[in-house]
């Protein structure tokens, strides 16, 4: 991996156990606590958003270097902090797009919750993993628990169905479930769908938790295709997304209107956001990750300045 990151020691009472498969020992996982007085109330319900008029292109478009426009929107927009940011956006029709920092490995934080998405998606669309079935919530899940676990509207037995784990897990990035889920799923085998998918950097097999923005972009740009993933189920995976709660950075300042979906990850020294922009002039993805803890301004602003490079 290169240029890495580091991340900071872990808190205490903040460490998952997690076994992982081939016989090796348990590794501690990091999960990400809350914004500072923000506390989703409730899980957010209902059927998923309708994402058919999102417009994709059927095939890739490999793009041919940075954008003279989008490079200088970026280097603008974040100045003398560039170093601390990893920028890549990619338009899905031509290509069009800006990496910087590309390869930078960071401390995941809760992005790690993107690769679970696809993971339990792609099942289900294999026919591997029903989302109506019980999910248990183990003592050391909920230990996990940073305010969110309340609304998941476990039963007596302490269970929720997968599709519900699933769920609570991207719109309220609730740990519990995430935790549960990353047991089910297997990190192992998480990491080999992710390196299928091209992803070169990121594990979920490590207590490091080590991804790049390249990597984050590639696999939102998999969600929002729906590779390898039924219409349907790709459907489901885009209105979680547009119902995730936490929008400080990537879709705050894009105009009324617009629809981003988004995913975020945020520990001391640890600010990120990796998202779909369903544009006028096109759908793109966009990840931005920094060395920043809580600092959500800088990714809100280059947002915007990608999004205004790519309209003209």
């Not at 990400?32 to 059927?47: F, Q, R, S």
């Not at 958003?49 to 603008?76: H, K, N, Y």
Request: charged letters at 20%.
């Amino acid at each position: 991996m290169r240029s890495p990151c580091r991340a900071p020691a872990p808190l205490a009472g903040l460490l998952l156990l997690v076994l992982v498969a081939c016989g090796r020992p348990p590794d501690a996982v990091r999960i990400e606590p809350p914004l500072p007085d923000t506390v989703p109330a409730a899980l957010v319900g209902g059927a998923p958003v309708p994402a058919a008029s999102l417009a994709v292109p059927q095939l890739a478009v490999a793009a041919t270097g940075d954008d003279p426009a989008l490079l200088a929107a970026v280097r603008g927009t974040l100045g003398d902090d560039l170093d601390h940011y990893s920028v890549v956006a990619r338009r899905l029709s031509d290509g069009r797009g800006v990496a910087v920092n590309a390869d930078r490995v960071y401390y995941a934080a809760s992005l790690f919750k993107l690769a679970l998405l696809y993971e339990a998606e792609r099942r289900r669309s294999a026919g591997t993993l029903d989302f109506d079935a019980a999910l248990e919530l183990r003592d050391e899940d909920i230990e996990q628990d940073l305010g969110t676990v309340g609304a998941l509207g476990l039963g007596a037995d302490g269970t929720l169905t997968l599709g519900a784990a699933v769920g609570a897990m991207v719109t309220l990035s609730d740990n519990a479930s995430a935790v549960a889920l990353l047991r089910l799923l297997g990190p192992a085998t998480v990491d080999r769908t992710l390196a299928g998918l091209g992803l070169r950097d990121t594990s979920v097999n490590t207590r490091e938790l080590p991804t790049t923005a390249a990597d984050m972009a590639l696999l939102m740009e998999a969600v929002v295709r729906g590779t390898g993933v039924d219409p349907a189920w790709r459907e489901d995976m885009v209105g979680l997304l547009l119902r995730q709660e936490t929008r400080h950075g990537i879709p705050r300042l894009l105009p009324p209107g617009v629809r981003a979906g988004n995913k975020t990850g945020t520990w001391p020294g640890a600010t990120h956001d990796v998202a779909f922009v369903d544009a006028p002039g096109g759908l793109y993805v966009i990840a931005v990750l920094s060395d920043r803890g809580w600092d959500w301004d800088p990714i809100a602003r280059v947002s915007r300045a990608v999004y205004d490079a790519l309209a003209r």
